[in-house]
């Protein structure tokens, strides 16, 4: 079974950065064929994609955080990052890393809290 082991994150002025990585373990080298993707849930709010790499290099991007944020992996160490800039109130959020590999359910990293004050 795939884990997601989340690190980075915390607390931050409003227009700072943060960045976030997930390392997915147990994976063997089916790496490079899931989806790898991160999410966000605000309190009182659904769970939302915020970006994400389907079964290429190609990374994809929700319209908020365009030009802010991105994406990255490296598939040498099994590792997606995350890095945010000019981070807003609304961004404040737990952030989950997620796997979805081909013939398997989906998969969450643990959470990391984001909180961005003014």
């Known amino acids: 079974q795939v884990r997601l082991r989340q690190s980075g994150g915390g607390s931050v002025q409003a227009g700072g950065s943060l960045e976030l990585s997930c390392v997915a373990h147990?994976?063997?080298?089916?790496?490079?064929?899931?989806?790898m993707g991160w999410y966000r849930e605000a309190p009182g709010k659904e769970r939302e994609l915020v970006a994400r790499?389907?079964?290429?290099?190609?990374?994809r991007y929700v319209d908020f955080v365009k030009g802010r944020f991105n994406i990255s992996r490296d598939n040498t160490y099994n590792t997606v990052y995350l890095q945010m800039n000019s981070l807003e109130i609304e961004d404040t959020a737990a952030y989950y890393c997620s796997a979805k590999c081909p013939m398997r359910t989906r998969v969450w990293g643990q959470g990391t809290q984001v909180t961005v004050s003014s």
């Open positions: 790499f389907l079964n290429d290099d190609t990374p």
């Open positions: 147990e994976i063997g080298d089916r790496f490079s064929t899931c989806e």
